[in-house]
């Protein structure tokens, strides 16, 4: 039996390279899975020949692939096809959009990224208002946030959602959320795959090469996980980017955090993500150490309480399992460093550090929270994103906490103080967008929080494998590195940093640090190719064939 052909080494030239092998590149050879050398367009021209495939970039741009932090893919796959509302800008358009929905024969109606923070009546729909705009449709609306929903009366009334914890006319958030999303995610394994092919194919357009996915019983069964695991990677029937995947259940022994880690192929990266100790700031469900600014009569909800969190976290640090939460608030944040101490006094901190435990969001921590972070060795998932749709002077966060929105989103301070922070979008929360990540840490709302697009990128990139426990030669193009990256059309690079921040590094390209595309131009960079370990899972009509 023969064995299938070797490819031809690919050699990309006339472009540029971020590689901090040479700040200076313009070309890279690939061979197999490896990226064999970078340097050079003179140096190039000695490497062509009849044994190599070679591809003018023609000025594009090649970079590490991107590594979101924090995704739901089945859930991504749900929205693109479901109705986009993050474009409604009031109460009628939302209503607009479900009538619409409802004309094209529609008995269910789904849509995803309504806000109703920057609408002029300021309020969310009734169920009364779906059950007329949807002509009589089971209609189930989620929040930017994923934290909540809008639901008809329809819908309401066959799950019996009234008097449930969480129920307002319409609007749900905890119990009576759960009941409405589990309703409207019955799926069949066919389905859930036909969704999450859908996300990984449009994350792959996006220049990912991996998610992290933050799996949790709560909010899909351990199928949805395992059928996701089955499909992923760019070996399969179709090469899709890769899953680094978390299971967030709750866990209080050992026992149960060992057969948990054997589970799911033994694929696991810990037992963290989407553990929710607090809920979110646009539903009013962060955990809070003071009252909300536009509801003085409530401080958000826990989740999970002190004994909760650091039976966790013992579990998991005594078998050397990476644990955390999800955690929004400052009181909720407060809960797990509570956890964190506990655990640090039975075990040692030093035990607690080795885990490397995560957490997500951290959206509102102080200087000592964020000392304290250093202390037990916790890295953070963060969403620029979400500072760029709520950070504004009269945006969502300035509404719900007031002043105290200053202190939100502090990227350059957990990264100046030593924090491990890898960027993410948490998908569809806000979309799969890398560049516009990046950018938005360049334009934070509070200018002493914004950070180089240097240090986004890498956040971006190299951090999100560093976060999971990869190795340290993922996320970065150099010879022996592994070939995952994307290929950018671009206006124009440079090297762009906030002004006057010490983790600026140098605005001069003569220092040698690597360009990236500049993001203030007419047109946001393109992905033309994504590659993962030397398989291609996605090239734009034209470009090298692809």
Not at 263 to 269: D, E, N, S, T
Not at 271 to 281: R, T
Not at 394 to 405: F, I, K, M, N
């Amino acid at each position: 039996m023969s064995l299938p052909e070797r490819p031809l080494p690919v050699l990309y030239r006339n472009g540029s390279v971020y590689s901090p092998a040479d700040p200076f590149a313009t070309a890279m050879l690939v061979d197999g899975g490896t990226v064999a050398w970078v340097g050079t367009e003179h140096a190039a021209a000695n490497l062509t020949g009849p044994g190599v495939r070679t591809v003018d970039l023609d000025g594009a741009l090649i970079a590490p692939g991107f590594v979101d932090a924090h995704t739901h893919t089945t859930e991504t796959g749900i929205a693109l096809g479901s109705i986009d509302l993050t474009g409604c800008r009031s109460l009628r358009d939302l209503l607009d959009a479900v009538s619409a929905a409802a004309a094209s024969g529609a008995s269910t109606i789904l849509g995803f990224g309504w806000d109703e923070s920057g609408w002029p009546e300021k309020r969310v729909p009734t169920a009364g208002e779906l059950d007329r705009a949807g002509n009589g449709a089971l209609v189930y609306l989620v929040r930017a946030d994923i934290h909540s929903a809008a639901v008809s009366g329809a819908l309401a009334a066959g799950l019996g959602l009234a008097g449930t914890d969480g129920w307002d006319d319409g609007f749900v958030v905890r119990d009576a959320h759960e009941a409405a999303r589990r309703a409207t995610r019955s799926l069949s394994p066919d389905q859930r795959r036909t969704y999450q092919q859908a996300a990984l194919l449009h994350a792959a357009s996006r220049g990912y090469v991996a998610l992290t996915e933050m799996a949790a019983p709560h909010i899909a069964p351990r199928e949805d996980l395992e059928i996701l695991l089955s499909i992923d990677g760019p070996t399969g029937g179709v090469p899709l980017p890769e899953i680094i995947p978390y299971w967030a259940q709750r866990t209080s022994s050992r026992d149960e955090v060992r057969e948990l880690m054997l589970g799911f192929g033994g694929r696991l990266a810990g037992l963290a993500g989407d553990l929710n100790v607090d809920g979110s700031i646009g539903s009013r469900t962060a955990a809070l150490r003071e009252p909300y600014s536009d509801a003085p009569g409530s401080r958000g909800s826990l989740y999970l309480d002190v004994d909760a969190v650091a039976a966790h976290l013992l579990a998991a640090t005594a078998e050397t399992v990476q644990a955390g939460f999800h955690v929004i608030g400052d009181a909720g944040l407060d809960v797990v460093l509570q956890g964190l101490e506990r655990t640090a006094r039975e075990l040692g901190v030093e035990e607690v550090r080795r885990a490397r435990h995560r957490l997500e969001h951290v959206e509102l921590a102080d200087d000592d929270a964020i000392a304290a972070l250093v202390h037990y060795g916790v890295a953070v998932s963060g969403q620029p994103a979400f500072d760029a749709l709520w950070g504004a002077e009269d945006g969502l966060y300035a509404q719900r906490l007031g002043e105290r929105r200053a202190g939100m989103n502090r990227f350059a301070s957990l990264l100046s103080a030593g924090v491990l922070v890898a960027l993410g979008s948490d998908s569809p929360v806000t979309a799969l967008d890398p560049w516009a990540s990046v950018g938005a840490c360049l334009r934070h709302s509070n200018a002493s929080e914004t950070v180089s697009a240097r240090a986004a990128f890498i956040a971006h990139t190299r951090a999100g494998w560093r976060l999971a426990g990869r190795s340290p030669m993922m996320g970065q193009l150099a010879p022996g590195t592994p070939a995952s990256f994307a290929v950018w059309k671009v206006d124009e690079l440079m090297v762009q940093t906030p002004d006057n921040r010490v983790q600026s590094w140098s605005t001069d390209p003569r220092a040698g640090t690597p360009l990236l595309p500049a993001l203030d131009t007419e047109n946001a960079p393109e992905c033309l190719e994504t590659v993962h370990d030397g398989h291609r899972l996605f090239a734009a009509e034209g470009f090298a064939g692809g």
